[in-house]
């Protein structure tokens, strides 16, 4: 008997970690059942509306869903669809909504913001929740995978020649953490030191919010004997992480982003998360930070100790066939793929 292909409609707000958590979702899934997705750009174009929508979207008044779909400035009306999903506040009231047009199913991801979670058919977040559909993902999806890290991998490593490697990726000014010249000074020291010790050779990997500055101090300082490739956002752009994670034995982060922290996490690599001198992250940012930590999926370090860093005797990673599982096997009750 042939399978029906779930029809899958991701609707986001072209913010790339929004719309990779949704991508991840949909993968996963797609993973176990053939999987036909698409993606759909909304841009809410009367952001003062936020609360309205919200409690609009939650009426059980056909005109009140209408008022939200009239609110965005959508690529395109969704129409043939089994199931809609998204991630963020702004797009939740219409996932809603339409999903009530529809008469399909519908997952949201993250905060619901006022949202009564019956009007989901899932609800996924970090620590998941008491209502019936929720469920407690522990890292956010990604699409990154260990079986794709590692096939991704393995043309760099060719290229590369069969050393051994370990990455760092390195963000910069955010989420409460602050970055100043001793910082990168201490990074490179400790970089260099790590390479030392440990006879690997680094993939260094820099994002928008490094800034040249930083980047350019950086190259002064790390020696080059100890670098195998450098990825730096100033001069490249925005680079794929999977192959630089497929190459690499273990992973380091700057702790500022929770991206770079889940998807490090999710390609199955041990991963250390670096900490700057001054940093005031949010109290969500940190909950998720020490959650990682609490499950042995990352392990912290501050810049300053690095030169004397030594893994931790109880790391254990991510075992990402069981992290997928405790997803997909509520959802296949709920959503029925």
């Not at 809609?84 to 797009?91: K, R």
């Not at 058919?121 to 620590?127: E, N, Q, V, W």
Request: aromatic share 8%; proline share 5%.
């Amino acid at each position: 008997m042939t399978q029906i292909p779930l029809r899958i409609t991701i609707l986001h707000d072209s913010i790339p970690g929004h719309l990779n958590q949704s991508r991840g979702l949909a993968n996963m899934i797609a993973s176990q059942h053939d999987a036909i997705i698409q993606e759909c750009t909304a841009q809410l174009e009367w952001p003062a509306s936020r609360s309205l929508l919200r409690q609009l979207c939650q009426s059980p008044i056909p005109l009140a869903s209408s008022a939200v779909l009239k609110a965005y400035d959508l690529e395109y009306m969704p129409s043939d669809t089994d199931l809609l999903i998204s991630f963020g506040g702004d797009v939740a009231p219409l996932n809603v909504a339409l999903a009530k047009q529809l008469h399909c199913r519908n997952i949201l991801i993250g905060s619901l913001r006022g949202i009564n979670p019956r009007h989901a058919t899932a609800h996924l977040s970090l620590k998941g929740g008491a209502h019936g559909n929720a469920i407690a993902t522990g890292i956010a999806p990604t699409t990154i995978t260990p079986e794709r890290c590692n096939h991704e991998g393995s043309n760099l490593k060719q290229r590369l020649g069969n050393g051994r490697y370990w990455s760092c990726f390195i963000g910069g000014n955010g989420s409460g953490y602050q970055y100043f010249e001793n910082d990168w000074r201490q990074l490179a020291i400790g970089l260099n030191q790590l390479a030392e010790h440990h006879g690997i050779q680094w993939l260094v990997t820099t994002s928008r919010r490094t800034g040249a500055a930083a980047e350019d101090f950086l190259l002064k300082h790390l020696d080059v004997v100890h670098i195998a490739r450098t990825n730096f956002y100033s001069l490249t752009g925005e680079e794929d992480i999977t192959p630089i994670l497929g190459c690499s034995e273990r992973v380091f982060c700057t702790a500022d982003s929770l991206t770079m922290l889940s998807e490090a996490i999710s390609s199955g690599r041990p991963t250390t998360a670096l900490q700057p001198k001054k940093f005031i992250p949010p109290a969500k940012h940190l909950n998720a930070v020490n959650g990682f930590c609490d499950d042995k999926y990352l392990q912290l370090a501050r810049i300053s100790d690095l030169v004397k860093w030594q893994p931790d005797s109880d790391e254990c990673g991510l075992d990402y066939s069981n992290y997928r599982n405790r997803i997909i096997e509520p959802l296949q009750q709920w959503v029925a793929f």
